[in-house]
């Protein structure tokens, strides 16, 4: 089963001034209780932060948090005593565990866009622990990086939870084929661009879902594209 998410009915909140937000699920000021989450998958939040500012200190606990930087430059900082600055397609992740306190800002002079991404654990109490890796921008250029798994995969970045997460810059005229094995679900999002998905047309922040359907897709212009991949229907 296939469906489509037009960005244009997402969640959206405008009222800080400094944050625009695209939410895919129920956050903040945004409730929809039919649209709680996707499998373990339960934010994905576009965010456009501009310069000076950011989310300063807050805290977190049992959570698995993954961004992925789109544009400009996020500066990390957390209590576990890490600082770090990513770029465009940088991928950083935290293991909220048993609390951490951190902040996301921007210090550059454009405005920064990430998808801030939050998976369910597989279980409570997990010791706090960060990460984050720059890959070369070629490593995702038609085909597929395999930046996030489970513990027991081969990601370079392994959280604690059976999800897959993938990204593409998928050129115009080129096309990918993502599986989607039994028992197995996936959410697309094009990130930049436009891409048709076994018939669909996506624009960018469209979304797409996927049960047990292999999906097949056609860059109309380049895209850029990520999919989140896990087990069919748990937690929903």
Partial sequence: MIHKIDHKKMGRSTSLGWLDSHFHFSFAEYYNPDNMSFGVLRVLNDDLIKPNNGFGEHPHNDMEIISYIVDGELTHGDSMGNKE????????YMS???GVIHSEENFGSEIVRLLQIWILPNQHGLTPNYGDLRYPWEDRINKWLHIVSGQSEDAAVKIHQDVNLYVTLLE????????????????LVVIEGEAVIEAETLVARDALTSVEED???????????IILEMEKNNYN
Avoid at 85 to 92: A, D, I, N, S
Avoid at 178 to 186: N, P, T
Avoid at 215 to 225: G, M, N, S
């Fill in 215 to 225: 999906l097949l897709i056609q860059a109309r212009e380049d895209a850029h594209i």
């Fill in 172 to 187: 115009k005229g080129q096309e990918l084929v993502f599986e989607v094995a039994s028992g197995r679900q996936a959410y």
């Fill in 85 to 92: 600055t990513l770029k465009r397609g940088h991928v950083q």
């Fill in 96 to 98: 909220a565990g048993t």
